[in-house]
């Protein structure tokens, strides 16, 4: 309980010699019990056991809050009480700044000595430190120090107190001022009226009553089973039911009553080769199998190259997603891939190719593409111009060529001639060109058979009948003289007793040649 005072502490005023103002603005929220120790035997030559050591707080709420006296009087009286009595050392004082630390080391039961103070739980040893000052407690000190309460109820009234500046009166960094240390065996409680002043500030200060209690041993954690409803000090006797039972002892979960508690069941299968196998099982379950290539943790049983894909399971095959062939399947990489090289992609493709013709720009070869140009090359792929045709430009030539673009010498036909050497003019059809045609007497036994001539002019001169020779006569259907003797002659037969002498006159000469020249070549009848 918070109760605001409505008077100046005596002692504070009178060191202080100051007029102070008030505020309601309360900056001590409580006084805080903290447990210590509690003993279970002696310590050094005190048998504290059953008793429990105590420590006193305020609990401040600014840093800067400063904690001056604790005061009381008739009107506001304050008490510190046990149901029993306090441990008293007989080397200890009323405050803890009484305290040498260096006893401490050697006396160890005077660490539980029963004292007052603000801050200090030693003899001050900072340049800021003080001493506990006190005014109008001597009796009440005596009593205390006799292991009796502390009450201050006077009409004049005291309180110990620090002065301002002090660190003593300083929060530590729990925010908490200590004002007193107690052991007891008792129950612990009690009021003390404080002087705060808000910020540090002398001249804004606060004046409460905070109201206190501990030390109803008992077992104070609700979970435990001897929990202690009333206890407000916990004297670690608590026991709590173990794992899996109520306080009865008696399983909390038992599904097939077999007095096993569930938490505490071992399942398991009874095959060794299993996952789920276990000893000293208590209730039998279906066995459990890793996968084949696995353990029971799922980790493989075989990974050469520890890729986390077990071996049965890899798939060879191109690894880089940048290859032609690459195989998302495949897991592990088996030097198959694939890759385009500078000017086709994957698929044969040209990157570039402006004139379409399937020939990579980058290896095109610039040239003559003309089969029939003079200067085709056969390895060219881009024309670029430079063909040239050679050839005779003249359409009467003979070897004209409508493709040419470069003119060479013509050949020409012969006169008379076309340029496949048929005649122009051949009225005759006889094979012979008619300029060249030469009229004459084409027949051999004619007396002017012209054997030049290629067309007969109808001038051949005949000779009569009478013309043949002795012993031959005129074949008028044969036109020629023949044999008497054997009937034949002339060109028919030997021309009588004479061999050639075809016109029987006697001599071999030239008619007789133009006879056989006549007839040469036609088939006997």
Do not use: K
């Amino acid at each position: 309980m918070i109760r605001v005072a409505t008077r100046v502490v005596l002692a504070v005023l009178v060191v202080c010699c100051m007029t102070l103002s008030f505020s309601l603005n309360a900056q001590v929220n409580a006084i805080v019990v903290e447990t210590i120790q509690v003993h279970d035997g002696p310590v050094g030559n005190s048998d504290l056991t059953g008793m429990t050591t105590y420590r006193l707080y305020a609990q401040l709420t600014d840093s800067l809050d400063f904690v001056g006296a604790v005061y009381g009087s008739s009107e506001e009286p304050i008490n510190l009480s046990t149901t029993t009595s306090f441990f008293q050392h007989p080397a200890g004082g009323s405050f803890g700044t009484d305290l040498n630390g260096f006893f401490l080391n050697i006396l160890p039961d005077l660490n539980y000595d029963s004292w007052l103070t603000i801050g200090l739980d030693l003899a001050p040893s900072g340049v800021n430190e003080e001493g506990i000052s006190s005014i109008g407690i001597i009796a009440e000190q005596a009593a205390f120090e006799a292991g009796e309460n502390f009450v201050l109820d006077s009409e004049v009234g005291g309180s110990w107190f620090v002065l301002p500046g002090s660190e003593n009166g300083l929060a530590d960094e729990n925010l908490q001022v200590l004002l007193a240390q107690v052991t007891t065996n008792g129950l612990l409680s009690g009021q003390l009226n404080l002087q705060c002043f808000l910020a540090g500030n002398p001249f804004d200060e606060q004046l409460a009553a905070f109201e206190f209690s501990a030390g109803a041993p008992g077992c104070t954690s609700e979970d435990a089973c001897n929990f202690d409803a009333d206890a407000n000090s916990d004297n670690g006797s608590c026991w709590f039911a173990p794992d899996g039972y109520n306080c009865d002892l008696e399983c909390i979960d038992d599904t097939d009553g077999d007095g096993i508690c569930d938490s505490f069941e071992v399942m398991g299968c009874e095959d060794p080769a299993s996952c789920n196998f276990a000893e000293g099982i208590t209730d039998v379950i279906e066995c459990i199998y890793p996968d084949t290539g696995y353990d029971c943790f799922g980790a493989c049983l075989a990974d050469s190259d520890s890729d986390g894909i077990c071996n049965p399971f890899e798939v060879d095959g191109c690894t880089d997603g940048e290859a032609c062939n690459y195989d998302a399947a495949a897991t592990d990489e088996d030097g198959s891939c694939t890759y385009p090289d500078l000017v086709h992609d994957c698929n044969g493709e040209c990157n570039n190719d402006i004139d379409g013709d399937g020939i990579c720009d980058e290896l095109e070869s610039p040239g003559c593409t003309d089969e029939n140009a003079d200067n085709f090359t056969p390895t060219a792929t881009d024309d670029d111009g430079s063909c040239y045709t050679s050839g005779c430009m003249d359409p009467s030539g003979c070897d004209f060529d409508p493709m040419a673009d470069t003119a060479t010498s013509c050949t020409y036909p012969e006169v008379g001639y076309d340029c496949d050497f048929d005649c122009l003019l051949d009225e005759d059809g006889d094979g012979i060109c008619d300029a060249f045609e030469v009229l004459g007497c084409t027949n051999p036994l004619a007396e002017n058979f012209n054997p030049d001539a290629t067309e007969d002019n109808g001038l051949c001169v005949v000779l009569p009948p009478s013309y043949c020779g002795e012993g031959t006569v005129w074949d008028p259907e044969g036109g020629q003289c023949i044999s008497i003797d054997t009937g034949t002659g002339g060109i028919g037969g030997y021309g009588g007793l004479c061999f050639g002498d075809f016109d029987a006159d006697g001599q071999r000469g030239s008619s007789d040649l133009l006879l056989w020249l006549g007839v040469y070549g036609y088939a006997c009848d």
